[in-house]
């Protein structure tokens, strides 16, 4: 497959990568890049853009704006920024960070390896499942009903809110932690 470096996707482009390898791209406010296959590394997604992923690889994405993850897809490595989202309906998602102001918020599927930090947050709808989430100081993980969190570990000053329905399995809670239950 060819490789492209560095492009731009502006206010109303679109640029749609079917396999080789795409490298520091940035998507601008009203900008889409989506990607069916081939491997997509280093992009950043300010806020107003948009990363759809179907399949293929995405490695190491800084987004501010939004990140949409589907079945097929494999995403690792993301740094949610300031008002930027992770969507996940499907797919393998791994090792994704948090920071202050952004959401990692789960629709469907399972996601491993997220580190909550302050400020930020992690949301697992009902039929989802969060794996090994770390939930820093001022960080928070909800569990909504038939959400699963599983091997959560709860830092000083970080909260898990387990809602009416959710599950939450494993978890470890230290000292100066909180785990609600409702």
Same mark, same amino acid.
């Given at each position: =497959?060819?490789?492209?470096?560095?492009?731009?996707?502006?206010?109303?482009?679109?640029?749609?990568?079917? =396999?080789?390898? @795409? *490298?520091?791209?940035? @998507?601008?406010?009203?900008?889409?890049?989506?990607?069916?296959?081939?491997?997509?590394?280093?992009?950043?997604?300010d806020?107003?853009?948009? #990363?759809?992923?179907? =399949?293929g690889s995405?490695?190491d994405?800084t987004?501010?704006g939004?990140?949409?993850?589907?079945?097929?897809a494999?995403?690792?490595?993301s740094?949610?920024?300031?008002?930027?989202?992770?969507?996940?309906? +499907? +797919?393998? /998602?791994?090792?994704?960070?948090?920071?202050?102001g952004? /959401?990692?918020d789960? *629709?469907?599927?399972?996601?491993?390896?997220?580190?909550?930090s302050?400020?930020?947050? #992690?949301?697992? =709808?009902?039929?989802?499942?969060?794996?090994?989430?770390? *939930?820093?100081? %001022?960080?928070?993980?909800?569990?909504?009903?038939?959400?699963?969190?599983?091997?959560?570990?709860?830092?000083? +000053? %970080?909260? #898990?809110?387990?809602?009416? +329905?959710?599950?939450?399995?494993?978890?470890? @809670?230290?000292?100066?932690?909180?785990?609600? /239950?409702?």
């Open positions: =497959g060819g490789q492209v470096e560095g492009t731009q996707i502006r206010n109303g482009a679109d640029q749609e990568v079917y =396999g080789g390898t @795409v *490298i520091s791209a940035i @998507v601008s406010s009203g900008g889409n890049q989506g990607i069916s296959g081939g491997i997509v590394s280093g992009a950043s997604v806020s107003g853009g948009r #990363q759809d992923v179907f =399949g995405v490695i994405t987004v501010s939004d990140q949409v993850v589907n079945e097929g494999t995403v690792r490595g740094v949610l920024k300031s008002g930027g989202s992770q969507r996940v309906y +499907g +797919g393998v /998602v791994t090792g994704t960070i948090v920071s202050r952004a /959401v990692q789960l *629709i469907s599927g399972s996601v491993s390896g997220t580190t909550i302050s400020g930020g947050s #992690q949301v697992i =709808g009902g039929g989802a499942c969060a794996v090994s989430t770390t *939930i820093l100081g %001022g960080g928070l993980q909800e569990v909504q009903s038939a959400g699963i969190a599983s091997a959560t570990t709860i830092n000083s +000053g %970080g909260t #898990q809110h387990v809602l009416s +329905g959710g599950t939450a399995v494993g978890n470890v @809670v230290n000292s100066g932690a909180i785990q609600n /239950v409702e």
